[in-house]
């Protein structure tokens, strides 16, 4: 009897939470974000200008969810940028799904925003080496405004179809062979148009929220034990830099085979230490041979953009970074709100937000839902308002394009007259011909964010938990 009562007590709190979650983490909705129709607007790489060419009178703002363009330059642009931003995968707070490891947690909502902005800029690493950054999801202009009254008409239709799907029991298609990098023999249109929803699909379902996603936050959390991280802890945007590492280099998936991570050491890149990364061997014990360039990369590069807020000399680099086409975004955000930034507009980040509580989606089953895996809403923030503290991330697909993306960033990252270091720097060679973890142990050098507990107390850590 008394453990039926307690069963009912976590069955009422479960409820609570649920309500409770869905109020506060859908507020946000409600509000529109305007665009100035007189500056370019960059995402991720791409430029898109809002003014069309035959207005005469400037307009100063409109929103990409209502403006009604003229079918103009400008108007293209705007349907094109909106297309674009809901084209990305978007990770947010979820419930209801399966009890994360080593807890009983059963959602991720007030603790995992940093985790969810890292899995969305995995993502876009992932769409970049399946899809390509041309590519735009067809279904991406057919969502519906995130209203509250909206979301709660898409979110009981996402739930029913999910629980269709999963009443069907059906599987996803092993997508075998059609899992590898764009620039094979080209086929009919059509069945190109169903590949890239095989990969997008696909992509979706590694990031899910089941134990069995190779990218999924239960893996995310499980790897954090290592660390010392439990469900429920706050995690900074370093600490996610080297959990998505481990994440994607221990995946067992055959698609994920052709890509690997690499993170920086003390805002350094080592050039031997990516060019290695991008070389794999073919198995066969010590006489393995290597395979020049035969893996991409995704780098994450943890910085530190100022003291206690972000210094203003930093302003221009973090532009310059997501006018970069193999930018793959910045996690970061405000402190104890981790954000996705995407791109800008003259002083405001544009940035895509994991505030918002779903519902669980069992992307295990055919044809599950996409739809609460895009967002249609951008939002923005000024730059002055962004935390120091933040993890930017760039896809290499091959050691060619390494020494590119390298050769660039040098450029980019030159000294101002008032900022005399950059943000992070390139060194020949590999970081240990540096003595950088002699000392070390092997633990410490897998995860070298782990602090002495006896000194946890006396020290906010490398980097401030957002």
Same mark, same amino acid.
């Given at each position: 009897m008394e453990n039926k009562g307690t069963d009912e007590?976590?069955?009422? #709190?479960?409820?609570?939470?649920?309500?409770?979650?869905?109020?506060?983490?859908?507020?946000?909705?409600?509000?529109?974000?305007?665009? @100035?129709?007189? &500056?370019?607007?960059?995402?991720?790489? #791409?430029?898109?200008?809002?003014?069309?060419?035959?207005?005469?009178?400037?307009?100063?703002?409109?929103?990409?969810?209502?403006?009604d363009a003229p079918p103009a330059t400008g108007g293209d642009d705007v349907e094109a940028f909106r297309r674009d931003f809901a084209s990305r995968v978007w990770l947010t707070y979820r419930e209801e799904f399966p009890a994360l490891p080593g807890s009983s947690l059963t959602s991720d909502c007030g603790w995992g925003c940093m985790l969810r902005a890292g899995q969305m800029m995995l993502a876009q690493a992932l769409i970049l080496h399946f899809l390509g950054r041309e590519w735009t999801w067809s279904e991406a202009l057919a969502l519906q405004p995130l209203d509250t009254e909206t979301w709660t008409t898409s979110a009981a239709k996402r739930l029913v179809?999910?629980?269709?799907? +999963?009443?069907?029991?059906?599987?996803? @298609?092993?997508?075998?062979? /059609?899992?590898?990098?764009?620039?094979?023999?080209?086929?009919?249109?059509?069945?190109?148009?169903?590949?890239?929803?095989?990969?997008?699909?696909?992509?979706?379902s590694w990031l899910g929220? +089941?134990?069995?996603?190779?990218?999924?936050?239960?893996?995310?959390?499980?790897?954090?034990?290592?660390?010392?991280?439990?469900?429920?802890?706050?995690?900074?945007?370093?600490?996610?830099?080297?959990?998505?590492?481990?994440?994607?280099?221990?995946? $067992?998936?055959?698609?994920? @085979?052709?890509? $690997?991570?690499?993170?920086?050491?003390?805002?350094?890149?080592?050039?031997?230490?990516?060019?290695? &990364?991008?070389?794999?061997?073919?198995?066969?014990?010590?006489?393995?041979l290597p395979l020049t360039d035969s893996r991409a990369v995704i780098i994450f590069i943890p910085v530190r953009l100022g003291g206690e807020k972000i210094n203003p000399e930093y302003f221009s680099f973090v532009k310059s970074i997501l006018s970069l086409e193999y930018c793959i975004g910045i996690i970061g955000g405000k402190p104890k709100q981790a954000c996705y930034f995407v791109g800008f507009q003259d002083d405001s980040?544009?940035? /895509?937000?994991?505030?918002?509580?779903?519902?669980?989606?069992?992307? +295990?089953?055919?044809?599950?839902?996409?739809?609460?895996?895009?967002?249609?809403?951008?939002? #923005?923030?000024?730059?002055? #308002? /962004?935390?120091? +503290?933040?993890?930017?991330?760039?896809?290499?697909? @091959?050691?060619?394009?390494?020494?590119?993306? &390298?050769?660039?960033? &040098?450029?980019?990252?030159?000294?101002s007259a008032n900022e005399k270091y950059p943000a992070f720097t390139f060194?020949?060679?590999?970081?240990?011909d540096y003595n950088l973890s002699a000392e070390l142990t092997p633990e410490k050098r897998e995860w070298p964010f782990i602090r002495d507990p006896q000194r946890a107390a006396a020290t906010a850590g490398d980097f401030v938990l957002l």
């Open positions: 007590v976590e069955k009422l #709190k479960t409820k609570f939470l649920s309500a409770w979650h869905n109020v506060k983490y859908s507020w946000a909705l409600k509000s529109k974000t305007y665009f @100035s129709r007189n &500056s370019p607007v960059f995402l991720l790489g #791409k430029c898109y200008h809002f003014k069309a060419d035959d207005e005469d009178s400037p307009t100063e703002s409109c929103s990409t969810e209502v403006c179809a999910s629980l269709e799907a +999963s009443l069907q029991g059906e599987r996803p @298609s092993d997508p075998g062979p /059609m899992l590898h990098a764009p620039g094979a023999p080209g086929r009919a249109e059509e069945a190109d148009i169903h590949q890239r929803e095989v990969y997008h699909r696909t992509l979706v929220d +089941s134990p069995q996603a190779q990218l999924g936050v239960h893996r995310l959390v499980e790897l954090g034990l290592v660390s010392g991280k439990r469900a429920g802890d706050w995690y900074g945007p370093a600490v996610v830099a080297h959990i998505l590492r481990k994440a994607v280099e221990e995946a $067992t998936d055959p698609g994920l @085979s052709g890509i $690997t991570a690499y993170v920086s050491q003390d805002c350094t890149v080592y050039n031997a230490d990516v060019i290695d &990364s991008h070389q794999s061997c073919v198995a066969g014990g010590a006489d393995a980040l544009i940035y /895509m937000d994991p505030h918002y509580c779903q519902s669980f989606v069992d992307v +295990s089953t055919n044809h599950f839902p996409l739809q609460s895996y895009h967002c249609p809403s951008p939002k #923005k923030m000024p730059f002055s #308002k /962004m935390d120091p +503290s933040c993890t930017i991330g760039f896809y290499s697909r @091959s050691v060619q394009d390494y020494q590119t993306i &390298s050769h660039e960033l &040098s450029k980019v990252l030159l000294p060194m020949q060679g590999h970081g240990r």
